[in-house]
């Protein structure tokens, strides 16, 4: 799916710059736009949410999609992404930090995607759920790691938010390095794993179902499960370590 799609983002982004579409500007209908470049409408869409989180386009609910304003992105990647970064590189302990941001701006996101997700929004979250799904840690991590992201981006573009929508956006290279080096710990644990594909399962079906105080309910369990289930890996490691330094009484 991933080498199909590549080649698709690549033509929209080089029709964007054949037909000069300045920021503001808006991309043609999905119907005419997938005739003109001779893809499906599915393919299309993708191709399309994959630019909004990059984001090279914004999504405006019942008014199409546009070309993003430059300085947004740039001010994601200048001001917010690369000092959170060189944080969570220096000192682990951080990593605690961006989930509880997590938990703040996508139990809202989630909230907001059960109301106001379209069909299309629904059937691209269940895609990039089934995806999750796919991917196994063991053959292609850092691909698991982005999976998982794109499960939860999916939702923040489904709340129709824009602000909520640039956090996350501008979050995304950190989130994928947090996801990866929690997904790496959690790993060894199989019924971890069964319990994360339950709580996004959870978190798909009340979205889908329109349901937003559960989609909420069910992505705070999620994200507290992850952060309490780091702590209590990282405090065994931590534990196993000073066992070691224990002088050995036989000796």
């Known amino acids: ?50 630019l909004i989180s990059e984001g090279v ?8 999609n546009f070309i993003a304003e430059q300085r947004t992105a740039d001010w994601s990647a200048n001001r917010l992404v ?9 000192d682990p302990g951080y990593r605690y930090d961006v989930l509880e941001a997590r938990i703040a701006i996508e139990s809202s996101t989630a909230w907001h995607a059960a109301r106001r997700a379209t069909p299309e929004d629904k059937a691209h979250i269940q895609r990039c759920y089934q995806m999750l799904l796919q991917v196994s ?73 329109g349901d937003a105080d559960r989609a909420r309910s069910a992505t705070i369990h999620h994200l507290e499960f992850v952060d309490a289930t780091m702590r ?7 534990r196993r370590a000073r066992s070691m330094r224990i002088p050995n009484s036989k000796a």
Do not use: W
């Not at 991933?2 to 029709?15: A, T, V």
């Not at 386009?57 to 199409?64: M, T």
């Open 57 to 64: 386009l914004i999504s405006r609910r019942g008014g199409g």
């Open 82 to 90: 690369m000092p959170l970064s060189t944080l969570l590189a220096d």
């Open 137 to 209: 840690d063991r053959d292609d991590p850092d691909l698991a790691a982005h999976s998982d992201v794109r499960f939860h981006l999916a939702i923040a573009e489904a709340a129709h938010n824009l602000v909520l929508l640039q956090a996350m956006r501008g979050l995304f290279d950190l989130l994928q390095s947090s996801v990866m080096q929690s997904r790496q710990r959690m790993y060894t644990a199989p019924e971890i794993f069964r319990q994360l594909a339950v709580q996004h399962e959870a978190i798909c079906q009340a979205i889908v179902a």
């Open 232 to 238: 209590n890996l990282h405090e065994e490691e931590a």
């Open 1 to 50: 799916m991933m080498s199909m799609e590549k080649p698709l983002i690549d033509r929209l982004r080089q029709f964007i710059a054949d037909q000069q579409l300045q920021p503001g500007a808006r991309l043609p209908a999905e119907r005419q736009l997938a005739q003109q470049l001779t893809v499906s409408r599915s393919s299309l869409r993708e191709a399309i949410q994959t």
